[in-house]
Structure formats: structure tokens, C-alpha cells
DNA sequence: GAAATGATGTGAAACAATTCACAAAATACA
DNA sequence: TGTATTTTGTGAATTGTTTCACATCATTTC
């Protein structure tokens, strides 16, 4: 029986992302017209690849004419719902916390950190442009902002506790930089993101001496290679 | 005609990095012995990906007696070569490698991070353990150290030149902060992170109203979802 | 305005990864 | 000792993804 679900792959997402890094790139040279070849070259995939990405997103070209710059950089800023605001708190404003709270793409990119949190009275003396806040006013931000998204940036020990905390006031989605995997309820998302893995990663592959077969980027290697 | 060469996923290289973390937790709670269903409940996969997953990698078992913890934790430490200490470079010491230096995991794991560099002289003052040079040093410390491996967190701007630099001088892999898509020899491995897309990740899956099939995981969601 | 060209878009084919299904082995237990 | 049970390990089947091949159409050229 054919199924009504669409399916979005999580590889085409991401090859997404390589092909709007390398649009906002030609958009600042001032390039109005794209092609598929183009793309591929810039981002090591092959040109179906990137016209079979499009055509699962719904991204229409012309024919001869390749992509428009501008509309496919908008597309894609709705695929990633950057039209809208969203508010994301900050837990944990430890050596990382505090270098991600002074990031600027994230606000450049509409994603604004609210508010962060640390259970450490010293920290919440105001250390950047956005206020440092006690645990025991969660809730209360959570609410004000609308926050659906956290980004997780305590000691592993306190890393679960603090989700549990952050799922019970309605958090959805989490960044999570401590090297545990959390447990959460299935409609709450974790995107672990784990720095010594990705350092393991590079050393692994530079031991393994791979001749990269066309593209360079860690991330789309996933296909395999040969040792 | 048969191939001689193997080739090793990159999914199953991603979630050997799971099994691990969830047998370090297990280690530490004394468990001795560890079933393929085990991990698997803890990671969100199948058991039969669990023991595939190990099969490429040459992990045997005991049949009705699961995996020694130990010795699989071991096995995993030489796939990454922590056997071996790694020598690292950190160039840019700003905000976030300010943090990344400050980080003691790195250390734990046989990855030290044996010099950092920054072009500003001001930042040159030592401001951590770790000695701050600048670039001119390069050479001499890469060559001292053997260094094969970078962490690069410089500005986007800069990126592309010190790239250039460090795979002149024998780097050949970087992991990059930075939100450019770096061009380098077919050898030198990068590995992008970025923050703002592991961000928007979350956010997009959040809007999909994603109701994870078994694991929550964002980096095991590649196989798609209903929305 | 017809022919050549150059790009998209997409079924079909090829390839890759996961799941299924079960044999084989080790252990437990009667 | 033999039977039941449990778990591994792996071919086969299935499912998913990428590449191929080419129809299609817009544009340029003659
Ligand atoms: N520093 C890095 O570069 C880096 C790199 C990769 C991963 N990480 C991970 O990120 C996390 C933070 O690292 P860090 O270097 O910033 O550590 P840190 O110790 O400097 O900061 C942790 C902060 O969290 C606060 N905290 C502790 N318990 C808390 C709780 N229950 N609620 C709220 N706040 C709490 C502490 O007061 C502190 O300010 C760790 O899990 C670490 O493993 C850090
Ligand atoms: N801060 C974050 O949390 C964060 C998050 C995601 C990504 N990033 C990315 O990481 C990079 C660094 O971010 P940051 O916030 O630390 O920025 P920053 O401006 O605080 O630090 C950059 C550092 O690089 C140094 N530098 C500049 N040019 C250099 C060169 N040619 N050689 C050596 N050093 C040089 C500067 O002196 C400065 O100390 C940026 O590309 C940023 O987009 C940062």
C-alpha cells in the first residue's frame, strides 16, 4: 500500500546547508544565476545529487537557465525557517557557554538567545550582553520567550538532570554539548553535538590515509573509502 | 571481479562513538558483560546494526555471552588510535578557542592540544596552560611535535589563508569552526562544525513535529521521518 | 524559423545500508 | 548426557540512496 508520509533525508538536509554556505558566498560576489554543476563543483557532490536534493524540496530551476541566486538562498531560508524568530535559552555559562553566548551568527541568523543559566551565583553577574539568570527562573523565560529550544552546555553530571528539568517546562529541541546521551521523551529532539569525537573522527581519518574520492568534507564521506 | 579493498561506513563509524560512550557509562556502573540489545537500547539502534556494525570492524563476541565491556571499550580506543597520544594545534584564540583550549576531555582522551596560535599579540599573553604563538612559530611546533591535526577557530575571513598555511606545513586534517567551505588537497581531511547549523537542525526537525521511530538521536535520524 | 546547444528533471539501474531470518555455538538446566 | 534456551554472526531480502541516461524544454546560433 503506498504510503501518504513524505519522507526528508537527513543527508539531503545537510547537503542543503554546504549548498547554502557556498550560495551566500556567490550572493556576496554578486552571481544572480546558479547552476547545478556550479554547486556541485563548490561542494564536492555530483550534479544530479544536487538537482535530485532540490527536486525532493521542491525547488523548481529553469531550463538552460540554471537557479536563480537570490530565490534559492530563499527557499532555503524557509527550509530552515529562518523567516521566523526564534528564541533559544542557554544552560551552563562555563568556558563554552560563554563563548557561544558571544557568538553573532546566531543572532544574524535570527536565532536569539534569550536568556542563559547557571546554577553558580558568581557567573550570574552579567558577563556579556545577555542576562545570566538563576535555574529558578526557567520556567518563567520559558514561558515569556516561547522558548522551544535549549542549547546544553553543563558537566556531563548535571547534563541529565538539567534536560529532565527542561522537558518537563516544554523544551523540544536541545543542543547538547556534554558527551552523554540523554534520555528524552520521543517528541523531544537531542543533537549531541561532541567535540572529541569530531577531533577522533579527523584523527581516524588521517590514520586510515584516505584518498578522498572527490569530495574532502568529513561529513559527506559517509559513503565509504577505501584503507 | 572482486575488490581488495574494504571499505568502512561512515554511519557505523558514527555509532561506534555511541556504543562507546554508553560502555563507558556501563564500566563505570561495573558492568562486566554487555549484550548487542543492550547497547542497542541505549542507542536507539537495532541489535542486528549493533553486531554488523561490529563485524566490520572485526569485534567478535561470545556466542549466548554477549561482549566483555572492557574488552570492547578497548577495542573501540585502538579504532580511534587512543592507544597513540596525538599532538594538536589550535589556531585562533579567541572566544570559542579561548573555551576549546580550556577543555580538559581533549587531555583525558590522549589529544593534547600542545600549542595554540593567534595573529594578535595582545592574545599572545599566556592565558591559559597552554603556550599562545604566533603563526611564525607554525612551522617550528608543527615540525617539534609531528603535528598532523588542527583545530581551526579563526574568523570565516581568515580561514581559507591559515588553511593554506597549515597543509603548506604537513597538516593533514582540520577541524573547522569556521562557517567557509575550505578548499584543500585531495589528502587533508576537514571537518566542519558548525554551530548555527546544528542549531537550525534542531529547529527544523522541532517544526517538522518530528516523532522520532525509536531514537531521538539527531545524528541516527538519516534515515528519515514522516511529517 | 530550424537546428544546435546546454541545462533541468526524473524514471530506471546500480549501488549501499539495514533488517530479517535463521544456523551455529555456548550455556543452563533437567 | 541431552534438551532447551539464549545470544552471536551472517547470508538473503528488503529498503533506501545515488548515479546514469535521456527526454524535455529554453535559449542561442545560423
Ligand atoms: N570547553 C569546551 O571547549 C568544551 C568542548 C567540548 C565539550 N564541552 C562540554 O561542554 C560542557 C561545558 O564545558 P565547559 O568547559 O564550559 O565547562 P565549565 O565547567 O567551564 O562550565 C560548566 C558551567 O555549568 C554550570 N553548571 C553546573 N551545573 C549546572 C546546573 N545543574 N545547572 C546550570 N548550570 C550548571 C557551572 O557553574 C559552569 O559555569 C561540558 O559537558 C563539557 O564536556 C566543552
Ligand atoms: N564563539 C563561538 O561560540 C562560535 C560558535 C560557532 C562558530 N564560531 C566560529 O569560530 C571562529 C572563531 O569564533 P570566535 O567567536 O572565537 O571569534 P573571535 O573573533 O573571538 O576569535 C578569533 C580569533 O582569531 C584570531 N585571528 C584572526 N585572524 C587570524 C589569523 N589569520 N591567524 C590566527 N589568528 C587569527 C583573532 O585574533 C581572534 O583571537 C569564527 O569563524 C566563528 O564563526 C564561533
Known amino acids: 500500500m503506498k504510503q501518504f508520509t513524505k ?14 554556505a557556498c550560495l551566500s558566498r556567490l550572493k556576496l560576489m554578486g552571481v544572480e544565476k546558479v547552476f547545478s554543476y556550479t554547486l556541485a563543483n563548490e561542494t564536492g557532490v555530483t550534479s544530479e545529487q544536487v538537482r535530485k536534493d532540490f527536486s525532493e524540496f521542491g525547488i523548481k530551476g529553469n531550463k538552460k537557465g540554471g537557479y536563480n541566486t537570490n530565490e534559492l538562498l530563499e527557499v532555503m531560508e524557509n527550509i530552515f525557517h529562518r523567516n521566523k524568530e526564534h528564541n533559544i535559552i542557554l544552560i551552563g555559562m562555563g568556558n563554552l557557554g560563554i563563548a557561544l553566548s558571544k557568538h553573532s551568527q546566531f543572532i544574524q541568523r535570527n536565532m536569539n538567545i534569550v536568556a542563559t ?16 539568570y538563576s535555574l529558578s527562573r526557567l520556567k518563567e523565560i520559558i514561558d515569556r520567550f516561547k522558548v522551544k529550544v535549549a542549547i546544553l552546555a553543563v558537566p556531563e553530571i548535571s547534563a541529565q ?11 523540544k529541541g536541545i543542543v547538547n554539548f556534554a558527551p552523554v546521551l540523554l534520555k528524552v521523551p520521543q517528541d523531544v529532539i537531542i543533537n549531541n553535538v561532541n567535540l572529541c569525537n569530531e577531533l577522533e573522527s579527523v584523527i581516524y581519518y588521517v590514520h586510515q590515509q584516505i584518498k578522498a574520492d572527490g569530495s574532502k568534507n568529513l561529513e559527506l564521506l559517509y559513503k565509504g573509502m577505501k584503507y
Chains 1, 2 share one sequence.
Open 117 to 132: 543559566f547557571d546554577i553558580d551565583p558568581f557567573k550570574q553577574k552579567v558577563r556579556s550582553d545577555i542576562p545570566v
Open 161 to 171: 538532570e538539567v534536560t529532565d528539568e527542561l522537558v518537563r517546562l516544554g523544551i
Open 7 to 20: 519522507y526528508i533525508i537527513k543527508n539531503s538536509l545537510k547537503r542543503i546547508f554546504l549548498y547554502r
